[in-house]
């Protein structure tokens, strides 16, 4: 398979002054370019923040968080004439229990040229546990203004798949050396794949690609050339 850079062009767009890039998400069969992951060196603060320091942190709120960030990639898209479609955006992990994130995610991308359709919001694993009372309600509030989601399972794996929940996301994300080691992330892959979700291997290798595919991950991100 053919080995394209590993990302686009880097650049910086106006909204927050965020310096922003786009990683590939590849077609492992083919290494066709199908998506971007926006990667911003912004991080927000998961921290509390209460009385006069909540009101002066930008990022009190990880809606508005999320909200910026769809802003910026949709302009930093337009910027370096980015075709592919959907770009990924990493939320913040308070952002799936927070009452005014769809709302607030529904209202940036009406600023822009861009759908909701056009974007997958991605939400670590950890994240469900957060949201875990409210999980389908937020989920679905997304979903029902168009966005799609992700389930970023890198760091651990532990959400429960129940049937109502498989029928909402649209992707995971795993690390691709720890399918080799856990039995387990195989089944879990297997199970994603059936429920029709699509699996990203990041910093997957290019010799693995058809190992990969055999167990159902059919797309890899930060891919590593061969040793």
């Given at each position: 398979m053919p080995h394209p850079s590993s990302h686009l062009p880097e650049t910086v767009v106006a909204t927050r002054k965020r310096r922003l890039r786009f990683d590939r998400i590849v077609h492992l069969d083919s290494g066709d370019q199908v998506a971007a992951t926006a990667v911003t060196d912004m991080r927000f603060s998961e921290r509390a923040a209460f009385g006069p320091a909540a009101a002066q942190n930008e990022q009190a709120s990880p809606a508005t968080w999320l909200a910026d960030?769809?802003?910026?990639?949709?302009?930093?898209?337009?910027?370096?004439?980015?075709?592919e479609r959907p770009i990924h955006i990493a939320a913040p992990m308070t952002a799936l229990a927070h009452e005014n994130t769809a709302i607030a995610c529904d209202a940036a991308v009406r600023q822009t040229r861009f759908c909701a359709q056009e974007f997958v919001i991605e939400?670590?694993?950890?994240?469900?546990?957060?949201?875990?009372?409210?999980?389908?309600?937020?989920?679905?509030?997304?979903?029902?203004?168009?966005?799609?989601?992700?389930?970023?399972?890198?760091?651990?794996?532990?959400?429960?798949?129940?049937?109502?929940?498989?029928?909402?996301?649209?992707?995971?994300?795993?690390?691709?050396?720890?399918?080799?080691?856990?039995?387990?992330?195989?089944?879990?892959?297997?199970?994603?794949?059936?429920?029709?979700?699509?699996?990203?291997?990041?910093?997957?290798?290019?010799?693995?690609?058809?190992?990969?595919?055999?167990?159902?991950?059919?797309?890899?991100?930060?891919?590593?050339?061969d040793a």
């Open positions: 960030a769809i802003q910026n990639a949709a302009a930093g898209a337009m910027t370096v004439d980015l075709i939400f670590e694993d950890a994240a469900t546990q957060v949201a875990r009372h409210d999980l389908l309600t937020h989920i679905e509030s997304l979903r029902r203004r168009g966005f799609r989601i992700a389930l970023d399972a890198r760091k651990s794996f532990e959400t429960k798949l129940c049937s109502n929940l498989r029928l909402m996301l649209d992707t995971v994300r795993i690390e691709a050396d720890a399918i080799w080691s856990d039995p387990s992330l195989q089944d879990k892959v297997a199970l994603s794949r059936e429920a029709g979700m699509d699996v990203i291997a990041q910093n997957a290798k290019y010799r693995d690609s058809e190992a990969l595919i055999r167990l159902g991950v059919e797309y890899g991100s930060g891919l590593k050339a």
